[in-house]
């Protein structure tokens, strides 16, 4: 008897876990209970298979989330007369010649509710914006960097507090900068009071400088003297042969003691390479892009994508005009040796390819049918990593991430409690509110001081459009 009942209740399992819909099975239920068509025993039976069946259902449906698709507003809690507003602050930004032109993108609930294109992509040709244009991402690399890191982490290669010279011998001699020659630029170090782990180089607490970004001239000058590559190039030139050189760099501080905005993600990039046995870029396409469907994401175009590619401009006497300046590579990267893949600051994408990533994120891990990082793993990922050190109001640094804490969320348009965001240096940036599963992107390709208000108000605009 109990051999029936079994082959029934495996039969039961598998046709409700077809089903994907726990309301259908908990009335099934109910139905068996209320008629009294099957005995109490088979009952019971029955419901320890409806709930391994519904376990099953809800498990199955996370790893099978599907890629961010359009629909309406409403259908997913948010107003779309609120939404409207961001086409009025974007298009006065651009008709009151604030910013050339922009793309901007909203999702709820895996679903797109926002995605619209505004003003140019380069003022020289009168070259319209469009929704699908490729925007150089630079700093909002380093979360794709941190994912790749983290991937490599869970696969039990390495310890977040290993020192860096265990993979990378060239950083065993590290020091922190002690004297400095203006004149020729030439330096002094003292020892490291410890080492620099990759801990360290995720939370930009490692000492590293920023070369040309830096906000101290001592280190812009010691990078440039000795031809440390900062983010991009079209020379011919390796993460290996770049990397090992920073390593000779003198440090800002002995590492763990500031936040000090770096190159950190950089060294990481080549740390991806030297543990995975894989070139950088190959790492990100065949285990992030392409299983997530970023198919415009990468460090270099080819020919076919080169026309989507917004140009950087700066304003001239109230001109937007393409940005040039001995310090801004402008064919990066369409043209050149296409041989360098900076983890800080190297890739293009345009805002559905990074809406996914952001989604994988809020999914905890799962996107397009494939699991990346655990849930677990994300959860650590925006904890806080230091005390004292991250100076920012209301927020907290996780890794590779800003997060909004309490204080921060009671401060009003910047999104609920552990939304994290970040940004990049031409113009670009991002947030995603775990709570509201709310993304939000903004993406623009500037230099140079803007008076634009759209980076604060369109967060606003977002999380004020919630309905439900």
């Not at 030297?274 to 299983?291: A, E, H, Q, V």
């Not at 309490?406 to 670009?428: C, I, L, M, P, V």
């Not at 634009?452 to 439900?468: L, M, P, R, V, Y």
Request: proline share 3%; with cysteine.
């Amino acid at each position: 008897m109990f051999s029936n009942d079994k082959k029934l209740g495996v039969k039961i399992k598998d046709y409700f876990s077809k089903l994907f819909c726990s309301t259908i099975l908990l009335d099934l239920l109910q139905f068996f209970l209320q008629t009294k068509i099957i005995k109490m025993k088979k009952l019971k039976l029955l419901l320890l298979v409806a709930f391994v069946a519904l376990t099953s259902c809800i498990q199955t449906k996370s790893e099978k989330s599907v890629k961010l698709v359009s629909a309406s507003p409403s259908s997913v809690g948010m107003s779309a007369s609120r939404l409207s507003h961001l086409d009025s602050i974007c298009q006065k930004a651009v008709s009151k010649n604030k910013v050339p032109g922009m793309v901007v993108l909203a999702a709820r609930k895996g679903k797109i509710v926002y995605h619209k294109a505004f003003g140019l992509a380069d003022n020289s040709v009168q070259k319209p914006m469009t929704k699908d244009a490729i925007f150089r991402i630079a700093s909002q690399t380093k979360a794709i960097t941190a994912t790749a890191v983290m991937m490599l982490w869970e696969e039990g290669k390495f310890r977040l507090d290993d020192p860096i010279s265990k993979y990378i011998p060239e950083f065993k001699n590290t020091g922190v900068l002690a004297t400095f020659n203006d004149k020729d630029s030439t330096f002094t170090t003292k020892p490291t009071t410890k080492p620099i782990t990759i801990r360290h180089l995720l939370t930009h607490t490692s000492g590293i400088g920023y070369g040309m970004i830096d906000r101290d001239a001592r280190f812009r000058k010691i990078y440039q003297k000795a031809g440390i590559i900062d983010a991009f190039t079209t020379k011919q030139i390796t993460l290996k042969e770049n990397i090992t050189k920073l390593a000779t760099m003198p440090l800002h501080q002995n590492p763990g003691e500031k936040f000090v905005y770096s190159e950190g993600l950089d060294v990481l990039g080549y740390f991806v390479e030297i543990i995975s046995g894989m070139p950088f870029d190959k790492f990100l396409k065949t285990r992030i892009f392409d299983p997530m469907g970023m198919n415009d994401t990468g460090f270099y175009l080819s020919e076919a994508k080169a026309d989507r590619l917004v140009a950087v401009q700066e304003q001239k006497k109230g001109k937007w005009q393409p940005l040039q300046n001995d310090m801004f590579e402008a064919n990066y990267p369409i043209k050149g040796a296409k041989a360098y893949f900076s983890g800080g600051g190297g890739l293009s994408s345009t805002a559905l390819d990074y809406a996914s990533f952001l989604q994988m994120y809020l999914n905890k891990g799962v996107y397009n049918g494939k699991r990346f990082l655990s849930g677990t793993t994300i959860d650590f990922m925006m904890q806080k990593q230091f005390l004292n050190i991250w100076k920012g109001a209301g927020s907290h640094y996780g890794l590779a991430f800003e997060v909004i804490n309490k204080k921060g969320a009671s401060q009003g348009g910047r999104g609920s409690e552990g939304t994290f965001d970040w940004g990049g240096y031409f113009n670009t940036q991002y947030f995603a509110d775990p709570k509201e599963q709310l993304i939000g992107i903004i993406m623009k390709q500037t230099s140079g001081p803007v008076d634009d208000a759209t980076g604060w108000q369109f967060i606003q605009i977002i999380e004020s459009a919630i309905a439900d």
